[in-house]
Structures are given as C-alpha cells and as structure tokens.
C-alpha cells in the first residue's frame, strides 16, 4: 500500500471516530437504567442484554437518563407471534424527545400516576411514532404539544402494508435528532422526515406498546458532533 493510501485511511477513521460517540450500549439488561410504567398484567423482563415485554392494558419503558441532540438511536425489535395470550402483531412504538410542561424539573414525578395508560401521555412535549397501531393497520408520526393536542398530517398517516409489522421478524429501528430535524427510519427506509420550526433538542426516549410481545436488542444510543 502506498503512503497516501496509508495516510488516508488514517485520517479517514480519526474523522469519522470525531463524528460520533457511542454513549449507551448494552444497557437493555440492567433494570437501573430504566424505569417502567405499566398498567396492572402485564410484565417486563430484562435479562440478556435484551428487554422482553408481555402487556395487558399499556405500557411505556423510559431510558431514566435525559439526552441532548444531534442524537442517533438505533435498536432492534421483534414482535412476537407465537400463540400467547398477548402475543398481538400490534403497536411497535416509541417516544423520543419527553417532556413533561407541568413537571419541567422532574420528568418522574408523575411516573406512578402514567403507570402505562396511554391518555396519561397525551399532555407531554414529544415526538411519536405508533408503528403498525389499530392492529397492524396504521403507522403514524405525531409530534405532541403540550397541550393534549396531538394533530396529524396527511403525510404522517401510512396505511400501506409495507409500512406494517411483520410477526416474528426482526426489525431494526433509527432515530436521528439533528438541530431542528428528526427522522425515523426501517431496516434502513426512512419512513418520516420532520423539519421542526420549534424542535424538541432534549428528553427522555421510551418504548411504547400496548397489549402485545416483544423483544427488544441491540440498543445503542449515539452522540453525533
């Protein structure tokens, strides 16, 4: 190999070491890093480097650390189909971005009073993706407001059924939050693309589902210079 190439290659892996950092990995099987509201039979278990959910009635699984943009989230989810009395190809969702307007200083506080019921969400600050809700039907991008107003536009409302779950395969989920972008991505096809005149930079990211089975991996969390 000659010099230059050598050179290059070099400079090629310092710059691309600068871009990014990897700042949460391999955290899926440490129940300390992450707090769970639930409604009442439903469980969830981490053990393996992986988090399990079996719900009943709603749940939402926080990452208990706050995160600041430019972000990258990346993870892997498989909802189950194996005949279980949960096991429902439904609702693989997640927040990102959470706020709390009448808890600013305490993302937390009212975490017992949510406890996993989905209209104890609706008053939070947050982007929100409900992949394959209404049974494997819709797939939508919500961006809440606050104000219990949660509007969605046209282009953020896919019913195609390539945009749905497929049971019992895998699926690898990317999140990008970039000054005032965010996107959300499939095994790779960005499925929405938001420009936010008023971005949410920082928050807390959760899993979302309600009455299915699904097993999440490979969780990773990327701070993008």
């Known amino acids: 190999m000659k010099l230059y190439q050598t050179v290059l290659i070099i400079l090629l892996l310092y710059f691309n070491s600068c871009a990014s950092q990897t700042i949460y990995k391999d955290v899926l099987n440490d129940t300390n890093n992450w707090i769970v509201e639930q409604q009442p039979g439903g469980k969830v278990l981490f053990e393996g480097n992986s988090i399990e959910v ?18 990258k989230i990346q993870y892997h989810i498989t909802i189950i189909d194996e005949g279980g009395p949960y096991d429902r190809v439904s609702d693989m969702n997640c927040f990102w971005m959470a706020n709390d307007p009448e808890n600013p200083d305490d993302f937390f ?25 209404h049974n494997n039907t819709k797939t939508r991008f919500r961006r809440y407001n606050g104000n219990i107003d949660r509007p969605l ?42 420009n936010d005149p008023e971005p949410y930079k920082s928050g807390y990211f959760g899993f979302r589902t309600v009455n299915n089975h699904m097993k999440i991996n490979s969780f990773k969390i990327t701070q993008l210079n």
């Open 153 to 194: 536009l046209p282009e953020h409302d896919l019913s195609d059924k390539k945009f749905m779950i497929t049971a019992n395969k895998e699926m690898h989920i990317e999140i990008v939050v970039k000054e005032n972008y965010t996107s959300y991505s499939r095994d790779g096809e960005i499925l929405f693309e938001i």
């Open 54 to 71: 079996i719900d009943a009635k709603g749940c939402t699984i926080w990452l208990k650390n706050e995160l600041e943009g430019p972000i």
């Open 109 to 133: 506080k009212d975490s017992k009073n949510r406890a996993g019921r989905f209209p104890n969400y609706h008053h939070l600050k947050l982007y929100y993706v409900g992949y394959g809700g």
